[in-house]
């Protein structure tokens, strides 16, 4: 879940010489960097939108195999606008919630 504050991701492997090597891919407003072999630190960069769902790709040194994908979620309620009245009155009688 990406909110204000940095999050960092760990790399759980059983096989100790399998390291991060570089990000390849990042969702449009994040930013994310390998901080160690082991470690990606992810923020949101200046125009991350309140409602986000999407991948990170890091590469790794373990041969044959493909990025590593971090799923990145942010939900920000006061990025949602609201229904209008009309909206709303609509909706009513459809049966929809």
């Known amino acids: 879940m990406l909110g204000a ?5 760990f790399l759980r492997c059983p096989d100790e010489a399998v ?8 969702p449009d407003g994040v930013k ?3 901080s160690s072999t082991r470690e990606v630190t992810i ?3 200046d125009h991350v939108p309140g409602v986000l769902r ?7 040194t373990a041969e044959g ?7 990145v979620v942010r939900y920000q309620p006061t990025a949602l606008k609201p229904l209008s009245r009309e ?4 909706h009513a009688g459809s049966g929809a919630p």
Do not use: D, Q, W
Request: net charge positive; no cysteine.
């Open 43 to 45: 923020t949101p960069g």
């Open 19 to 26: 390291e991060l090597t570089k990000v390849v891919s990042v």
């Open 54 to 60: 999407g991948e990170i790709e890091v590469g790794t």
């Open 65 to 71: 195999k493909p990025a590593l994908r971090i799923p």
């Open 87 to 90: 909206a709303n009155a609509s």
């Open 5 to 9: 504050r940095p999050v960092r991701v």
């Open 32 to 34: 994310a960097v390998v």
